[in-house]
T-cell receptor, first 115, second 114 residues
């Protein structure tokens, strides 16, 4: 099976712009989560989607948003970019069949640089 | 509020040695504790995971030890190899509330010298 894919892999934007990142989960996986990774803050949870519904949201400003499509693919959007948004954005997918927590499989990430 | 505290921040061991990374958590609702390994330029990959109904889980050279009363868990890498050089993250989650959100430790950069 193909793993989690994320596009684009690298992105350079300037302050004030907006950006959309895409994630395709492993085939058959229904849950997608997004994390931000920075050297200072480490890995921080952004949001989680299941069946096109946001199930949980991390402590990030409203400039960060996301959605999930009927084929489980997900996108996240960051508007009005700030320098501090420079980070590796990771997407993870899981099967989510109910019951105990399923393993989350991470993609390679999108490296966003804000100038 | 850092819910999962990981130590040490960095670790250097010799080939063949034992690498030990420790984590402590605060939220007693956590019931799933995975360890992830991340190489530069890659996303984190699941290494091994444990649930609180067992005190130890071993997979090859990797062992998780879990102490529920102390709210601590640790990763032991036996016979460490240069190829194990990576950053290791402990994490925790709870399936209560229907979310699988992972809370991560800050990471440990492991260097195994040949």
């Amino acid at each position: 099976k193909a793993g989690v894919t994320q596009t684009p892999r690298y992105l350079i934007k300037t302050r004030g712009q907006q950006v959309t990142l895409s994630c395709s989960p492993i085939s058959g996986h229904r849950s997608v989560s997004w994390y931000q990774q920075t050297p200072g803050q480490g890995l921080q949870f952004l949001f989680e989607y299941f069946s096109e519904t946001q199930r949980n949201k991390g402590n990030f400003p409203g400039r960060f948003s996301g959605r999930q499509f009927s084929n489980s693919r997900s996108e996240m959007n960051v508007s009005t970019l700030e320098l501090g948004d420079s980070a590796l954005y990771l997407c993870a997918s899981s099967l989510r069949v109910g019951g105990p927590t399923d393993t989350q499989y991470f993609g390679p990430g999108t490296r966003l640089t804000v100038l | 509020q850092q819910q999962v505290k990981q130590s040490p921040q960095s670790l250097i061991v010799q080939k063949g040695g034992i690498s030990i990374i420790n984590c402590a958590y605060e939220n007693t609702a956590f019931d799933y504790f995975p360890w992830y390994q991340q190489f530069p330029g890659k996303g984190p990959a699941l290494l091994i995971a444990i649930r609180p109904d067992v005190s130890e889980k071993k997979e090859g050279r990797f062992t998780i030890s879990f102490n529920k009363s102390a709210k601590q868990f640790s990763l032991h890498i036996m016979d460490s190899q240069p190829g194990d050089s990576a950053t290791y993250f402990c994490a925790a989650s709870s399936d209560r509330g229907g979310s699988e959100k992972l809370v991560f430790g800050k990471g440990t950069k492991l260097t195994v010298n040949p």
